[in-house]
């Protein structure tokens, strides 16, 4: 029966591929019902149709892999509640691996993944042999079994989220366009369609690789550009049966699945080939691109020396399908920061299949709590910015995302394509000083100076890189000197207004209605006390202040502080990033080198610690703020950036003699990890307090007129010690690095994983900081009384739990 087409809905989706399906069904699940979801051709007809419909668990990050083991349950269970089959089968996966680093990767996956709850197996190359005998094991050097990933039939998926949303009474129309977006003051008011408008209270963007025509229809950048993604479906094979496992091969590339006694045999190739230059036809409905052999070679090529039949058998199909990816090969997902309830879920680099039941409902999730209820940073779609939305950055950019799901996850990779792209006004100078550069927000960052002899180019290992001396180098010269970091990447917010402090106040977990000239480090906390950042506060006026924040955190900082002032509020918020440099001079002659620069009194009594001022610096007027990161002295020098080369000219001259020295992010990464400071998104998480993340003297628990999270930290601090707290540990033994993400023990048992790690040379060992959990508490008679390691691919190392800093700059300090 046709349905009368509706003039207005709660939530209006945009896009019937799995993802709008799966949002749609999670809504309907959470009991919105007053939900419409328009496809402009038939369901699952864009990208969906054509996947090949792997499921593997496993991402680096503990949440996102939560979302996908979601996906896996869903799957088993939708066609007892739809009466329409999935195609779901719970084959297991094997992967392997060619090299020995290729294994270090499998068997440090084998630990986050146990730490994650996935169960997961190292094998020997005859073992994953015996689980898949069509293969050819000659240069393995082993394998991982994961017996709950699976395979799945995309459409019926996609058919049987649908079954599931209209038995709940939600409407799907197929066959409707959305031709544009409205929206009235900033939020959203509904959409216009080929049949008519509809207005709404929310849209969803989950159009596929036309999110970002969509997104632009009402100014919301959703940085996604198509790839061109392709697989072959060969005849039947001996030896191929139904209940094949997954096999994925990432040194050759490629990945099989059985179908119908045949193999679907496809791949990342390192070198993609964009697609849609010229914007995707709004009638690509059941489409394919032409078949691409030569794109296609490499993939064949190393599929033929896995499976020897390749040779002989036939191909029956060749699937060359556009697919969607971003910038940095996470999906999109969450509340447009342009546009109020205007939400994305797009750009699934080929994880769309896998990630849909998870992504599916956290976003649901995020709609109807108007918030996301865990955290969701590797995917939230405040990490892009605007000018990550440049069609040709995105089109350069995209040829290197696709490769990453096979390519090797080192420790520190960079990605190398459309660099560089944001650049510090001191980028020419650091590299003629060689600077090997890294990138994050687009902006281009010293991560460490090559000396005499050396060359600025990072040799990737997971045991020590060759920049380790370099870094060494550089902590030595903080720690007894001064060293000069170039921070200008920090993002830069200035808040304004006659309730800029009493706004401000509510948002930040620090008393921040100080003294004019006071600067003042602070949590900004969630609901559930959880972090959204952490940054520093300078109070420039009465009633203006300088947000100093992470360089990731410029566009979802501003969100977050935007959605939280009152509207009627007298304040304006400005992301000032571009209009200054800083310029970090740490250690313990950096006041005698500020000293030689300026007429501004730096005595301690005159510039205390957590205070700043406009002074001068050479002919250059900054703002100099006495704080650090590396557990020194020290100023950041922020700088308006046409004066950022004279200042750091002049400082360079001024420290020649005393051994200042440019220092990069490594050193940085190091320094702080010393002396256990904490860095949002790795300790500081959504997720995580100030008491677990024992920063409670940050918090001002009795401010008056209280603040976001506070309720929540109340009933925190009620229950005790935390079940759950980050902890720094160093490693006994002075050779192992870790980088991150390895498993932590305590008597033999898993208790927590590491969150960030470097080699501490001024320790002369490798520094973490792990999130540690025990249910009955992590307190001090938990960490000083068990044996704790650390594993590293296989291997147990014992670790040393600091309850006080590692480094403590006033006993292990060399004096200069
Ligand atoms: C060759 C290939 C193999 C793959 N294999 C796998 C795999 O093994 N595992 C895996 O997890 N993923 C895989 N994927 C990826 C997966 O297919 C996608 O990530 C997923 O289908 C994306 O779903 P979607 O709903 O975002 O997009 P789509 O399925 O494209 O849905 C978006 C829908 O929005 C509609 N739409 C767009 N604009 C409008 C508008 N203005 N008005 C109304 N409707 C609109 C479109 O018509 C489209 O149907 C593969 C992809 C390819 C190309």
New binding site residues.
């Given amino acids: 029966m046709a349905q009368d087409f509706p003039t207005q809905a709660q939530v209006v989706i945009?896009?019937?591929?799995?993802?709008?399906c799966s949002v749609a069904y999670h809504l309907s699940k959470l009991g919105w019902r007053d939900v419409v979801l328009?496809?402009?051709?038939q369901l699952?007809?864009?990208?969906?149709w054509?996947?090949?419909?792997?499921?593997g668990q496993l991402r680096s990050h503990a949440n996102m892999t939560s979302l996908i083991k979601y996906s896996t349950q869903l799957y088993s269970e939708l066609e007892a509640e739809t009466g329409l089959a999935t195609g779901w089968k719970n084959c297991g996966s094997v992967s392997v691996a060619r090299t020995a680093d290729r294994m270090t990767v499998l068997k440090r996956t084998a630990a986050s993944a146990r730490a994650q709850g996935v169960d997961i197996e190292v094998i020997s190359p005859k073992e994953a042999q015996d689980l898949w005998p069509v293969m050819a094991i000659e240069d393995l050097a082993g394998a991982v079994w994961l017996p709950g990933d699976g395979k799945a039939n995309?459409t019926d998926l996609t058919q049987s989220l649908a079954k599931g949303v209209r038995n709940r009474g939600v409407r799907i129309f197929e066959r409707?366009?959305?031709t544009g977006i409205t929206s009235k003051n900033g939020t959203v008011t509904g959409v216009e369609t080929d049949r008519g408008t509809i207005a709404a209270e929310i849209v969803v963007n989950?159009?596929?690789?036309?999110a970002r025509k969509?997104g632009q229809m009402c100014g919301v950048s959703v940085p996604l550009h198509s790839a061109e993604?392709?697989?072959i479906v060969t005849g039947k094979i001996e030896g191929v049966h139904p209940d094949l496992p997954v096999m994925r091969d990432p040194d050759g590339y490629i990945y099989f699945k059985e179908e119908v006694g045949g193999l679907v045999m496809?791949g990342f190739e390192p070198e993609a080939k964009p697609w849609g230059m010229a914007g995707i036809p709004d009638d690509f409905?059941f489409a394919l691109l032409p078949d691409d052999w030569d794109q296609f070679e490499i993939l064949m090529q190393s599929a033929l020396e896995r499976v020897p039949q390749l040779a002989t058998s036939e191909v029956k199909k060749f699937?060359n399908?556009?697919?969607s990816f971003t910038p940095d090969n996470n999906f999109i997902l969450g509340e447009a920061p342009e546009l109020k309830n205007f939400y994305v879920g797009?750009g699934?680099n080929?994880?769309?299949?896998?990630?849909a039941g998870g992504a599916g409902r956290a976003l649901a999730e995020w709609i109807v709590n108007g918030a996301p209820t865990m955290d969701l940073w590797p995917v939230d779609i405040r990490r892009f910015a605007g000018f990550n939305n440049n069609p040709r950055w995105l089109h350069d950019r995209v040829k290197e995302t696709l490769g990453l799901h096979y390519a090797m996850p080192w420790p520190n990779r960079e990605l190398d394509t459309a660099r560089p792209f944001r650049r510090s006004p001191l980028y020419d100078r650091l590299a003629a000083k060689g600077a090997c550069f890294g990138s994050k927000m687009g902006w281009e960052r010293a991560n460490w100076f090559a000396g005499e002899g050396e060359t600025p180019v990072t040799d990737y290992a997971f045991g020590r890189q060759n920049w380790h001396e370099a870094v060494k180098r550089e902590m030595a010269a903080t720690r007894e000197a001064a060293g000069l970091f170039d921070q200008t990447s920090f993002a830069k917010l200035l808040v304004q207004g006659r309730d800029a402090a009493a706004a401000l106040n509510r948002i930040c977990a620090a008393e921040i209605d100080v003294a004019i000239g006071r600067s003042i480090y602070t949590g900004l906390l969630n609901a559930r006390g959880g972090y959204e950042s952490d940054l520093t506060v300078l109070r420039l006026a009465a009633d203006r202040f300088l947000l100093i924040t992470g360089s990731a955190q410029a566009v979802h900082d501003a969100d977050w502080i935007r959605k939280n002032i009152p509207t009627d509020a007298h304040v304006t918020l400005t992301d000032v990033t571009s209009a200054y440099a800083v310029l970090a001079l740490m250690g313990p002659r950096s006041r005698d080198i500020l000293g030689r620069l300026t007429s501004a009194n730096l005595s301690n009594e005159a510039f205390p610690f957590a205070t700043v001022h406009e002074i001068d610096i050479g002919y250059a007027t900054a703002y100099a703020n006495r704080m650090t990161y590396v557990g020194e002295l020290g100023w950041e020098l922020i700088v308006p950036t046409e004066f950022a080369v004279g200042v750091y000219e002049a400082l360079q001259e001024a420290g020649r003699d005393v051994g200042l020295m440019d220092c990069g992010y490594y050193a940085l990464e190091a320094l702080r990890l010393e002396k256990g400071f904490r860095a949002w998104s790795r300790e500081l998480t959504p997720d995580i307090n100030p008491y677990e993340a024992g920063l409670a003297f940050a918090v001002s628990l009795d401010k008056p007129g209280g603040f976001i999270g506070r309720k929540a930290l109340i009933e925190a601090k009620a229950k005790g010690a935390p079940t759950r707290r980050i902890v720094q540990f160093t490693v006994d033994d002075p050779s192992p690095m870790l980088w991150g993400g390895e498993l932590v023990l305590r008597d033999g048992k898993p208790v927590g994983e590491v969150r960030s790690a470097a080699y501490g040379h001024t320790l002369g060992r490798a520094v973490a900081l792990a999130l540690v959990e025990h249910p009955s508490g992590v307190d001090k008679d938990f960490l000083t009384s068990g044996r704790f390691e650390v594993e590293l691919a296989g291997e147990r190392f014992a670790v040393t739990a600091w309850l006080s800093p590692a480094y403590d700059p006033k006993s292990l300090r060399v004096k200069a």
Avoid: D, K, N
């Avoid at 054509?50 to 499921?55: D, F, N, P, R, Y």
């Fill in positions: 945009v896009g019937g591929g799995i993802i709008g328009l496809e402009q051709g699952s007809g864009g990208t969906t054509h996947a090949a419909g792997l499921v995309p409707v366009r959305v989950c159009a596929g690789q036309w969509v993604h392709m697989y496809g409905e699937y399908g556009p697919e797009a699934f080929s994880m769309g299949i896998a990630s």
